[in-house]
Every structure is written in structure tokens, then in C-alpha cells.
């Protein structure tokens, strides 16, 4: 896939199934022009998430306009910022977690990135609906 302008979206879910679900709402929704990835599941394959496993969704859904990460609970999250953090320096500063429900947040996340909205943007997007 070439390099995309767009934001990418990766989705850390516990479950595969979910992770993959969410991602295939989003490819529906939107179609091929957003980056996107999706992990689930431990390294064992059960419920559970893995900072490597994140790290290479990260890398599938770069794009040098950021990525958003969208979680569903606690322990996904706290993956998500060990895995930034492994990042390269240059590229921690355009990755963000979005505080956001997993499947709304993603679809959300990426019809706003599918436009060209900055990374900043489709955070706030996916965020509203916390506050909704």
C-alpha cells in the first residue's frame, strides 16, 4: 500500500475477534483510503493484549500524519503506552490513544481521517463521543 496521507487508526482490543470486527466495520464504513490495523488476543491466543503485537499494528497503520489508537479496556491501554513508548522518538509525538468506545470511536475516528483531518482532529472526534 503506498504511503497515505490520512491519519492511520489501529484498534487494540483483548479479544482477536473483537479487534478484527471492529476493523472490518471501519473497511466497510470507509473503504481502503485510512490506514488501518488491528491486534487482539495475547501471544498464546487467548483474551489479552501484547506490547510487540501493538508495536507492529503501529508500524502496519504509520503514516507520517500520526496514527490513533483506539482500546477497549484498561490493560489495552496501558500496552498501547508501553508500546509507543517503544517507539522511535520521531514518531511518539504523532501517536495518540483515543479516550473513546472501541467500535464507534474507530468508525468514527477514521471517516473524520478519511477527509485529511490532522491527527489532532480525529482524536477530538472519537473523543466527543465520551462526552456525548
Given amino acids: 500500500m503506498p504511503a497515505s496521507k490520512n491519519v492511520g487508526i489501529v484498534i487494540v482490543s483483548h479479544s482477536a475477534k473483537v479487534a ?9 464504513m470507509v473503504g481502503d483510503n485510512v490506514p488501518l490495523a488491528s ?12 506490547v510487540a503485537a501493538i508495536m507492529a ?8 500524519a500520526g496514527v490513533a489508537i483506539l482500546v477497549d479496556l484498561g ?3 496501558t500496552n498501547s ?10 514518531r511518539r509525538e504523532r501517536i495518540v490513544i483515543c479516550n473513546a468506545p472501541i467500535v464507534e470511536g474507530a ?3 477514521a471517516t473524520e481521517a478519511s477527509g485529511g483531518s490532522p491527527l489532532a482532529v480525529v482524536q477530538a472526534t472519537a473523543e ?3 462526552s456525548a
Fill in 20 to 28: 478484527e470486527g471492529a476493523a472490518d466495520m471501519v473497511r466497510q
Fill in 39 to 50: 491486534v487482539g488476543g495475547n501471544a498464546e491466543g487467548g483474551l489479552g493484549t501484547d
Fill in 57 to 64: 499494528a503501529i508500524d502496519k497503520a504509520w503514516s507520517e
Fill in 75 to 77: 490493560g489495552a491501554e
Fill in 81 to 90: 503506552e508501553m508500546a509507543v513508548e517503544m517507539m522511535p522518538e520521531e
Fill in 107 to 109: 468508525v468514527m475516528a
Fill in 128 to 130: 466527543e463521543l465520551m
